[in-house]
């Protein structure tokens, strides 16, 4: 969120349950998923000027 504005992210697994989700206007956020499952993740970031999509693998 390089703007600071106020967004959601959401982290969802392949099967579409929301595995973590927060609400953050910082520029960064480093955010723990050592704890999950191995497998593909689905990030969202909603904000006010549009949404933003991200897919990540933990291995």
């Not at 969120?1 to 595995?19: D, F, H, K, L």
């Not at 910082?26 to 897919?55: C, E, H, M, P, W």
Request: hydrophobic share 35%; net charge positive; glycine share 6%.
């Amino acid at each position: 969120n390089p703007s600071g504005e106020n967004a959601t992210i959401e982290i969802m697994n392949i099967q579409g349950q929301v595995v973590y989700k927060n609400n953050s206007n910082s520029t960064s956020q480093v955010i723990d998923l050592r704890k999950n499952a191995k497998g593909v993740y689905f990030v969202n970031v909603i904000a006010d000027k549009g949404v933003a999509n991200y897919k990540i693998v933990i291995q």
